[in-house]
C-alpha cells in the first residue's frame, strides 16, 4: 500500500505545473467601446517581502504599446494589508484613464490556463471563438528564443530566452507567427520561459478589436521562480484561406 501511494505521489508531482515563488494572478477589465483598447490587472503578494502588489495595465491594440500613464503599478509596503488596498490604491491611478477611454465592454474568455493548472504542456493551448460557430479551432503556442543575453543578466546558470508566438488553424495546418522578440525586453527581468495564461476577444459577434493572448513571464526570483503577465494582441486568421 505504502508503495502505491508513493507511485500515486510521484506521478501527481510530475504532471504538476513549476509554481512560482511569486505567481502573479491576472483578470481582464475589458476593452474599449471602440474596439481599440485593452486593459487587464496582475496582482499577487511579493515574494521574500510579503507586501500586496497590483498594476493595471491598457494597452493600445494598433501600436502594441501602453497608453500613457500607464502601466499602473501599486506595491504596499506593509505585511499588514492585503490585496483589496493594493487594488483600491492602483484603481485610483488607473481610473481616469480607463474612464477616458471609455473601457466599458466586457472581454470574452476564449481560453483559461491559470499557472496552478496541472497540464502536461503549458505551451500550446487550443480554443475557439463561440460554441455554435462554423469557424474553426485554432492552437496558440508559445517558444523560447534564444538571443543575446541582456547585460543586465549576469548569472551564467539562469540563461534568459525570448518569446515566440505561433497561431495555427487546426482545419488547414496553416500557422502564422503573431509575435517574436528580436531582443530581450528589460521590463521582463531576464525571462527564463514562457507560458499561455488566458486568450480574450471583444465580447459580442461582430464587435471591432482585437483577440488579446496574456502570457505568463518566469524569471528568477527570491524562492524560485516569478511569474508575471505580458498581453500580446493579435488578429485571427480568415478561416477560408
Known amino acids: ?33 471602440d474596439g481599440k483598447y485593452f486593459a487587464f490587472e496582475q496582482f499577487g503578494v511579493q515574494d521574500g517581502s510579503g507586501f500586496p502588489y497590483w498594476d493595471v495595465f491598457v494597452l493600445d491594440l494598433a501600436a502594441n504599446d501602453w497608453v500613457k500613464g ?12 492585503r490585496l483589496p488596498e493594493a487594488r483600491r490604491q492602483a484603481m485610483a491611478k488607473a481610473g481616469p484613464v480607463i474612464e477616458r477611454l471609455a473601457i466599458t465592454e466586457p472581454a470574452d474568455l476564449l481560453l483559461a490556463n491559470p499557472f496552478t493548472e496541472a497540464v502536461p504542456d503549458r505551451t500550446r493551448v487550443r480554443f475557439g471563438i463561440f460554441h455554435n460557430t462554423m469557424e474553426p479551432p485554432y492552437e496558440l503556442s508559445v517558444a523560447n528564443v534564444d538571443l543575446p543575453t541582456p547585460a543586465d543578466c549576469t548569472d551564467p546558470d539562469f540563461k534568459p530566452f525570448g518569446m515566440a508566438l505561433t497561431l495555427k488553424v487546426l482545419t488547414t495546418g496553416k500557422s502564422v507567427t503573431i509575435a517574436r522578440d528580436e531582443s530581450i525586453p528589460k521590463s521582463r527581468l531576464c525571462p527564463l520561459r514562457y507560458d499561455i495564461e488566458a486568450v480574450y476577444t471583444p465580447s459580442g459577434f461582430g464587435n471591432p478589436g482585437l483577440q488579446v493572448a496574456l502570457i505568463g513571464v518566469y524569471s528568477r526570483g527570491f524562492e524560485g521562480e516569478n511569474r508575471r503577465i505580458i498581453a500580446v494582441p493579435f488578429e485571427l486568421p480568415s478561416w477560408e484561406n
Do not use: K
Request: aromatic share 4%; no cysteine; hydrophobic share 55%.
Open 1 to 33: 500500500m505504502r508503495t502505491l501511494l508513493v507511485l500515486i505521489l510521484s506521478a501527481f508531482l510530475a504532471s504538476a505545473p513549476a509554481l512560482a515563488a511569486d505567481g502573479a494572478q491576472s483578470r481582464a477589465i475589458g476593452y474599449s467601446a
Open 70 to 81: 500607464t502601466p499602473v503599478r501599486i506595491l504596499v509596503e506593509d505585511e499588514e494589508q
